[in-house]
T-cell receptor
Framework: GQSLEQPSEVTAVEGAIVQINCTYQ??????LSWYQQHDGGAPTFLSY????GLEETGRFSSFLSRSDSYGYLLLQELQMKDSASYFC????????????FGKGTTLSVSS | DTAVSQTPKYLVTQMGNDKSIKCEQN?????MYWYKQDSKKFLKIMFS???????INETVPNRFSPKSPDKAHLNLHINSLELGDSAVYFC??????????????FGEGSRLTVL
């Protein structure tokens, strides 16, 4: 079967740093993506790691360790607008036509 | 121009009815998906199509029938609606193969409520 585990909720204050972990067990693995979804909105893409290491995009960074079946999303200098749900997603086939999502982490940022 | 558009945005219907949701993308992508998001926000893949061919069909009841008339369209028809079908249905699209960058482009979602 396929399973992706991430914490259900995380809380933090403005200006802080938060790390959202994702561990996965899937029949195929070709990459790990992260998505953000605000209430009532659609998921939007944040980052993608196909290889081990850290990818940085502004205040957000994503890390992957394929040997540990583990990745994380790091959010720095948190702002109120970062309050949202964050999903990790595994690309489960080589063609990239099967993206399996985790259950999401709700991040609440307070002032 | 909206990249991935779904209609309708809201659907309220009675149990036992049949309904359809339409999706179109103007991004030139070759792969399209349907995801179901329930009240607990779990995003579950239902179907994926690549160049009009069905790739993924994830243990979805056969009351759900996707149809892809061309690469830019993927419609979802649901027969004999049940209460448990109430959810937000998201259409998405992406490149595949060497063009895949981990990014799906999602439509705004279609909120289905079955009474």
């Amino acid at each position: 079967g396929q399973s992706l585990e991430q914490p259900s909720e995380v809380t933090a204050v403005e200006g802080a740093i938060v790390q959202i972990n994702c561990t996965y067990q899937t029949s195929g693995f070709y990459g790990l993506s992260w998505y953000q979804q605000h209430d009532g909105g659609a998921p939007t893409f944040l980052s993608y790691n196909a290889l081990d290491g850290l990818e940085e995009t502004g205040r957000f960074s994503s890390f992957l360790s394929r040997s540990d079946s583990y990745g994380y999303l790091l959010l720095q200098e948190l702002q109120m607008k970062d309050s949202a749900s964050y999903f990790c997603a595994v690309t489960a086939n080589q063609a990239g036509t099967a993206l399996i999502f985790g259950k999401g982490t709700t991040l609440s940022v307070s002032s | 121009d909206t990249a991935v558009s779904q209609t309708p945005k809201y659907l309220v219907t009675q149990m036992g009815n049949d309904k359809s949701i339409k999706c179109e993308q103007n991004l030139g992508h070759d792969t399209m998906y349907w995801y179901k998001q329930d009240s607990k926000k779990f995003l579950k893949i239902m179907f994926s199509y690549n160049n009009k061919e069905l790739i993924i069909n994830e243990t979805v009841p056969n009351r759900f029938s996707p149809k892809s008339p061309d690469k830019a369209h993927l419609n979802l028809h649901i027969n004999s609606l049940e209460l448990g079908d109430s959810a937000v249905y998201f259409c998405a699209s992406s490149h595949s193969g060497q063009g895949f960058t981990g990014e799906l482009f999602f439509g705004e979602g279609s909120r289905l409520t079955v009474l």
